[in-house]
T-cell receptor
Framework: AQKVTQAQTEISVVEKEDVTLDCVYE???????LFWYKQPPSGELVFLIR??????QNEISGRYSWNFQKSTSSFNFTITASQVVDSAVYFC???????????FGAGTRLFVKA | GAGVSQSPSNKVTEKGKDVELRCDPI?????LYWYRQRLGQGLEFLIY????????KSGLPSDRFSAERTGESVSTLTIQRTQQEDSAVYLC????????????????FGPGTRLTVL
């Protein structure tokens, strides 16, 4: 079965703190894709990053970084020096070749206070 | 270019009425998805269209839900005899690519239709 677990329902931090959002996935497929999406208060989901199962390199984009570890089936997302504009719900998602569904986690709501 | 658009943005209806929700995908996107998002919850997959192939309807919660798409254009999601538990935001997304490659492509989401069933 395919499953994505985001155990943190809500996280609250103060601006400039670093914060890590956890994502654990389950799949029996050897080829799959992992995604992070951001849903700001305006409501529209925005794509942040994709990783395929054969590429375990970590990625950094500005204040955002992602840590993909197949050994622990995790794809964690870290925001460095958080800002109020980072306040949103963040979704981790999984898709796989041969299937058309994308399985979304329940989301983590991040509050960044000034 | 234009993103995914959905209409109406808000819909209030009475229990038992039928509603129709519309999605205009990004031009050239062959894949189209419908999701349901209940308040404070994640995205629940409803249905997937890919070009002229048979849609994947495995996420539709009951036979009161149906969806259509003509070719690679507009899609409509219809809910018949609405119930209060149907109240949610209905999100549409589109993406490039077809078949097995669909799973690789990121999805572009519309703003959603907030449905309230009284």
């Amino acid at each position: 079965a395919q499953k994505v677990t985001q155990a943190q329902t809500e996280i609250s931090v103060v601006e400039k703190e670093d914060v890590t959002l956890d994502c654990v996935y389950e799949t029996r497929d050897t080829t799959y894709y992992l995604f992070w999406y951001k849903q700001p208060p305006s409501g529209e989901l925005v794509f942040l990053i994709r990783r395929n199962s054969f590429d375990e390199q970590n990625e950094i984009s500005g204040r955002y970084s992602w840590n993909f570890q197949k050994s622990t089936s995790s794809f964690n997302f870290t925001i460095t020096a958080s800002q109020v504009v980072d306040s949103a719900v963040y979704f981790c998602a999984l898709s796989y070749t041969g299937g058309f569904k994308t399985i979304f986690g329940a989301g983590t709501r991040l509050f960044v206070k000034a | 270019g234009a993103g995914v658009s959905q209409s109406p943005s808000n819909k209030v209806t009475e229990k038992g009425k039928d509603v129709e929700l519309r999605c205009d995908p990004i031009s050239g996107h062959t894949a189209l998805y419908w999701y349901r998002q209940r308040l404070g919850q994640g995205l629940e997959f409803l249905i997937y269209f890919q070009g002229n192939s048979a849609p994947d309807k495995s996420g539709l919660p009951s036979d009161r839900f149906s969806a259509e798409r003509t070719g690679e254009s507009v899609s409509t999601l219809t809910i018949q005899r609405t119930q209060q538990e149907d109240s949610a935001v209905y999100l549409c997304a589109s993406s490039l690519g077809g078949g097995r490659r669909s799973s690789y492509n990121e999805q572009f989401f519309g703003p959603g239709t907030r449905l309230t069933v009284l």
